[in-house]
């Protein structure tokens, strides 16, 4: 009888151990089943958090560009002003930008088209008002050095006596023709560039009075 007690009492710590072990696997379990449902819930967070940046990134975006459109606009009703040449004051001319960005050949067709050429800028002043204007882009104007290496000259076929170019420019002997750049200086802010490049442009045309 002893000896069956015993063999009875190893066979209930044994159950018993089984019991302790199948206590831990389902607490593990059950750990399990949280962490992969935090898990999932955090991704499935991420991924939301995620689409409302790219959201919020997108609105940010329309807003700048409506804001430069708004920007061009206001450059465009600003240059809508007759100015006196300064070398006639009887002669008057109308300026217009063109926001379209286009290389320096097809601005001054569109110019031409117009009844007009890109602007020839005679003096200081005219300089100043011309870089006022532009104040938020960079536009191309009626200087070339196309036909020869460093002689520049203008639409009219005027050679350029006084420039007004931005520190170290002209640059480069394979740009040959010259923007007006707003960014740099409200008068040394020309620069040379290929004419293939696209850019605005500001025409002019005379209106007799």
């Known amino acids: 009888m002893g000896g069956l007690f015993r063999a009875g ?20 379990m059950v750990l399990w ?23 919020l990134q997108s609105r940010y975006n329309n807003l700048t560009a409506e804001r430069d459109q708004l920007q061009n606009k206001q450059t465009l009703m600003a ?15 109308l300026y217009n930008i063109s926001p379209e960005k286009k290389t320096w050949s097809e601005s001054r067709q569109d110019c031409r088209d ?15 008002f011309i870089s006022k204007v532009i104040s938020r882009i960079s536009i191309w104007i009626g200087l070339t050095d196309v036909e020869k290496q460093g002689t ?18 002209p640059n480069n002997p394979n740009e040959h023709c010259v923007i007006a750049d707003y960014g740099s200086h409200i008068v ?13 442009s500001i025409c002019e045309k005379g209106v007799f009075i």
């Open 188 to 200: 040394l802010n020309w620069a040379d560039y290929p004419c293939t490049h696209k850019f605005a």
């Open 79 to 93: 240059l809508t002003s007759n100015k006196p040449k300064e070398h006639d004051i009887n002669n008057k001319y």
């Open 9 to 28: 009492s190893r066979n209930r710590i044994r159950l018993g151990g089984i019991s302790h072990t199948g206590n831990r696997l389902r607490i593990r």
């Open 152 to 169: 520049w000259k203008w639409v009219d076929g005027t050679t350029l006596t006084t420039g007004y170019w931005r520190s170290g420019e």
């Open 33 to 55: 089943v949280r962490f992969t449902t935090e898990r999932d819930q955090l991704q499935i967070d991420y991924n939301n958090l995620t689409t409302e940046s790219n959201q």
């Open 114 to 128: 117009r009844g007009a050429d890109l602007v020839i800028i005679n003096s200081r002043e005219e300089q100043e």
